[in-house]
C-alpha cells in the first residue's frame, strides 16, 4: 500500500530563491500535516490542513512561508525568498483523522 | 521548560538488555502520546500510541503512561542493534491536533 509520499526528497536552493515542496498523503486520509525538522531535533509543527481548510497555520516561522491543500488531497509547502535558516527537513504527516499521523519521507533542503 | 522532554543520550544497552526510554510532557491536558522511531536520516516511524493510564504491549515494546505524573515511558525487551536509533516522544493534547515533540532519545544497542 502507498504511504506518505514526498518530493523532492532533497532541495538546494541559493539564498533568496523561492522553493515547493509537495506532499501526496495517503489515499483518504482528512487531515496532513507539515513539520520542520533542524539536524538533532524533534519535528516542529508548521500548519494543519482537514481537507482543503488550513485549520492551523501557527507554526509557520514567517509570512515567507505558505502553505496550500487546494481539493483536500495533495499539498505544496511554498517558501519564499529562502534563507540560511530554512535549511532543514521538511516532513508530511497525514491522517485519517486527527490521531495517529504517519509520516512522508521528507525534504532536505539546503539552502546556500 | 520545552513541552516536551527527553533526555538526548546516548543511552547504550547491551544486545537482549531491556532498554528505558523516558519522556515528561507539560500540558495537562495532553490526551494522546506516541513513540517514534527514527534512523538516521530517515522519517520517524510509529512504533507504539497510548492513550490511557497503564501499560500497553505491542511485542517487545511496552508503552507506559502515568497521566498524574506526566510521564511518558517506552521499555524494549530483547534489544537488537536494529533497535539503535533515535526515538521521539510526542503528544497530542486533542484540541490542537498537532503533535508536540521531544527531542530524542538516541539508543545504541552494542553487541
Known amino acids: 500500500g502507498a504511504g506518505v509520499s514526498q518530493s523532492p526528497r532533497y532541495k538546494v536552493a541559493k539564498r533568496g530563491q523561492d522553493v515547493a515542496l509537495r506532499c501526496d498523503p495517503i489515499?483518504?486520509?482528512?487531515?496532513l500535516f507539515w513539520y520542520q525538522q533542524a539536524l538533532g531535533q524533534g519535528p516542529e509543527f508548521l500548519t494543519y490542513?482537514?481537507?482543503?481548510?488550513?485549520?492551523?497555520k501557527s507554526g509557520l516561522p514567517s509570512d515567507r512561508f505558505f502553505a496550500e491543500r487546494p481539493e483536500g488531497s495533495v499539498s505544496t509547502l511554498k517558501i519564499q525568498r529562502t534563507q540560511q535558516e530554512d535549511s532543514a527537513v521538511y516532513l508530511c504527516?497525514?491522517?485519517?483523522?486527527?490521531?495517529?499521523?504517519?509520516f512522508g519521507p521528507g525534504t532536505r533542503l539546503t539552502v546556500l | 521548560q520545552k513541552e516536551v522532554e527527553q533526555n538526548s543520550g546516548p543511552l547504550s544497552v547491551p544486545e537482549g538488555a531491556i532498554a528505558s526510554l523516558n519522556c515528561t510532557y507539560s500540558?495537562?491536558?495532553?490526551?494522546?502520546f506516541f513513540w517514534y522511531r527514527q534512523y538516521s536520516g530517515k522519517s520517524p516511524e510509529l512504533i507504539m500510541s497510548?492513550?490511557?493510564?497503564g501499560d500497553k504491549e505491542d511485542g517487545r515494546f511496552t508503552a507506559q503512561l502515568n497521566k498524574a505524573s506526566q510521564y511518558v515511558s517506552l521499555l524494549i525487551r530483547d534489544s537488537q542493534p536494529s533497535d539503535s536509533a533515535t526515538y521521539l516522544c510526542?503528544?497530542?493534547?486533542?484540541?490542537?491536533?498537532?503533535?508536540?515533540f521531544g527531542t530524542g532519545t538516541r539508543l545504541q544497542v552494542t553487541l
Open positions: 504527516a497525514s491522517s485519517y483523522s486527527t490521531d495517529t499521523q504517519y
Open positions: 497510548i492513550y490511557s493510564n
Open positions: 500540558d495537562r491536558v495532553s490526551q494522546s
Open positions: 489515499s483518504g486520509h482528512v487531515s
Open positions: 490542513f482537514q481537507n482543503e481548510a488550513q485549520l492551523d
Open positions: 510526542a503528544v497530542n493534547t486533542g484540541t490542537a491536533s498537532k503533535l508536540t
